[in-house]
């Protein structure tokens, strides 16, 4: 890899480094080498999740250089203005593309200052209106009948999600194990995949070497949801939480494992903790511990699920809640995959559309209707409670008005 052509940073967080590289097919070396540069001189104090976005940003910038196919030798002076042409073309939302844009003008602008290139000096730095959607398909109203109907169906799911580990638990302790969907020879290939596992045999190759069985692909996939945490098992569980904490979405999916704390003042309740990546404070909650579907009890549930694996993950990663297995690596969640189930929760349910983000809101909203704003402002942790009345209590008409003033 030509270290010319990268960016590295080292992310205290997971405890590796990441690189970014601009070698891409089709982009002039020259241009890369200057985008290089100036990405790491302006992302070098950022967060590793901002620089993340904002390295988002710049692969879209590097793209609409290929697809006009120019060079450091071309005499073009509107970089940006094709740049905002190729944003145009997408699907994604407008404020979506100006976030994008306003990263990559500060990004070109920087090079038409400290550039000894005349292809950079002679760049026009020029403002394009992005304006927002007046109806937003991020930003959707969750009625309290809604959301009890949401909250109905996750205690369901993650009943079953408690009835399908149970079978690894009463394998375990060499208990007989009843479950309505499995015969005696699934438990029985169960029991060779939960015994495979403790020898690190996790592919059907390393099974039959080192068990002597043979299992196929299509019951290593099956019964996964008996003995592991998956991503369709801990939506459910995911949802609740984000219910019960009123949380940024992000930072639930990264919360840590030891997040939770007894109370010493009150032995029936805990604190629950976490961070928030854009305050750069710490979060709190106070909730009782008991109850079935109560957060201490989600919290165990998903730590159950991932002590199967737990020892599989990255450096870096080992502290984090939520973990899922490929292979042999264990790694935090990825976002992406989280909404594209939700989009099959939504769907098998016939809910509305609805984000993990909408929850927050619907929360606070309903925290301000039984109690008070201010009530809403310290459950969400907000210092301002202009915050929590511009972003959260307001319905989503005169929300996007306020975007648009």
Same mark, same amino acid.
């Given at each position: 890899?030509?270290?010319?052509?990268?960016?590295?940073?080292?992310?205290?967080?997971? =405890?590796?480094?990441?690189?970014?590289?601009?070698?891409?097919?089709?982009?002039?070396?020259?241009?890369?080498?200057?985008?290089?540069?100036?990405?790491?001189?302006?992302?070098?104090?950022?967060?590793?999740?901002?620089?993340?976005?904002?390295?988002?940003?710049? =692969?879209?910038?590097?793209?609409?250089?290929?697809?006009?196919?120019?060079?450091?030798?071309?005499?073009?002076?509107?970089?940006?203005?094709? *740049?905002?042409?190729?944003?145009? +073309?997408?699907?994604?939302? =407008?404020?979506?593309?100006?976030?994008?844009?306003?990263?990559?003008?500060?990004?070109?602008?920087?090079?038409?200052?400290?550039?000894?290139?005349?292809?950079?000096?002679?760049?026009?730095?020029?403002?394009?209106?992005?304006?927002?959607?007046? =109806?937003?398909?991020?930003?959707?109203?969750?009625? *309290?009948?809604?959301?009890?109907?949401?909250?109905?169906?996750?205690?369901?799911?993650?009943?079953?999600?408690?009835?399908? *580990?149970?079978?690894?638990?009463?394998?375990?302790?060499?208990?007989?194990?009843?479950?309505?969907?499995?015969?005696?020879?699934?438990?029985?290939?169960? +029991?060779?995949?939960?015994?495979?596992?403790?020898?690190?045999?996790?592919?059907?190759?390393?099974?039959?070497?080192?068990?002597?069985?043979?299992?196929?692909?299509?019951?290593?996939?099956?019964?996964?949801?008996?003995?592991?945490?998956?991503?369709?098992?801990?939506?459910?569980?995911?949802?609740?939480?984000?219910?019960?904490?009123?949380?940024?979405?992000?930072?639930?999916?990264?919360?840590?494992?030891?997040?939770?704390?007894?109370?010493?003042?009150?032995?029936?309740?805990?604190?629950?903790?976490?961070?928030?990546?854009?305050?750069?404070?710490?979060?709190?909650?106070? *909730?009782?511990?008991?109850?079935?579907?109560?957060?201490?009890?989600?919290?165990?549930?998903?730590?159950?699920?991932?002590?199967?694996?737990?020892?599989?993950?990255?450096?870096?990663?080992?502290?984090?809640?939520?973990?899922?297995?490929?292979?042999?690596?264990?790694?935090?969640?990825?976002?992406?995959?989280?909404?594209?189930?939700?989009?099959?929760?939504?769907?098998?349910?016939?809910?509305?559309?609805?984000?993990?983000?909408?929850?927050?809101?619907?929360?606070?909203?309903?925290?301000?209707?039984?109690?008070?704003?201010?009530?809403?402002?310290?459950?969400?942790?907000?210092?301002?409670?202009?915050?929590?009345?511009?972003?959260?209590?307001?319905?989503?008409?005169?929300?996007?008005? +306020?975007?648009?003033?």
């Amino acid at each position: 890899m030509n270290s010319v052509l990268t960016a590295e940073f080292y992310d205290p967080e997971r =405890k590796r480094w990441e690189i970014y590289n601009f070698a891409m097919e089709g982009l002039d070396a020259k241009i890369a080498k200057d985008i290089s540069g100036a990405f790491i001189e302006l992302t070098g104090h950022y967060h590793p999740r901002s620089r993340r976005q904002a390295w988002r940003s710049t =692969k879209l910038l590097c793209f609409s250089i290929i697809e006009r196919k120019l060079s450091l030798d071309d005499r073009c002076n509107d970089v940006l203005a094709g *740049f905002a042409k190729y944003l145009n +073309s997408g699907s994604r939302l =407008k404020k979506t593309n100006g976030s994008h844009y306003n990263f990559c003008r500060r990004l070109v602008g920087w090079l038409a200052e400290t550039s000894e290139s005349v292809f950079w000096v002679r760049q026009i730095i020029q403002l394009f209106d992005f304006s927002r959607e007046h =109806k937003n398909s991020r930003d959707n109203d969750i009625s *309290f009948e809604e959301l009890q109907k949401i909250v109905a169906v996750c205690k369901k799911e993650i009943a079953g999600v408690r009835r399908d *580990f149970a079978v690894s638990l009463a394998i375990e302790k060499g208990e007989s194990v009843s479950h309505p969907e499995l015969t005696e020879e699934d438990v029985e290939i169960i +029991s060779v995949l939960i015994s495979a596992a403790r020898e690190d045999a996790w592919t059907r190759e390393e099974i039959r070497a080192k068990i002597g069985r043979t299992i196929n692909s299509i019951s290593l996939r099956e019964f996964r949801r008996f003995r592991e945490l998956i991503y369709r098992a801990a939506l459910p569980v995911y949802i609740l939480l984000l219910v019960e904490l009123a949380a940024n979405p992000f930072a639930i999916m990264e919360m840590e494992m030891d997040c939770c704390e007894d109370d010493p003042a009150d032995e029936t309740r805990f604190f629950i903790r976490w961070a928030k990546g854009r305050s750069g404070r710490e979060q709190q909650l106070s *909730f009782a511990k008991a109850g079935k579907y109560s957060v201490l009890s989600l919290i165990e549930l998903i730590r159950s699920l991932t002590e199967p694996f737990r020892g599989l993950a990255q450096s870096g990663d080992e502290r984090i809640l939520f973990l899922i297995r490929t292979g042999h690596v264990a790694r935090r969640f990825c976002l992406q995959s989280l909404h594209d189930y939700l989009s099959d929760f939504r769907e098998q349910y016939g809910f509305r559309y609805f984000t993990f983000s909408d929850l927050r809101k619907a929360v606070s909203n309903l925290i301000k209707v039984k109690k008070t704003e201010k009530d809403a402002k310290n459950h969400l942790q907000h210092k301002d409670i202009s915050t929590t009345k511009r972003f959260y209590l307001n319905g989503k008409q005169s929300q996007q008005e +306020s975007f648009e003033r």
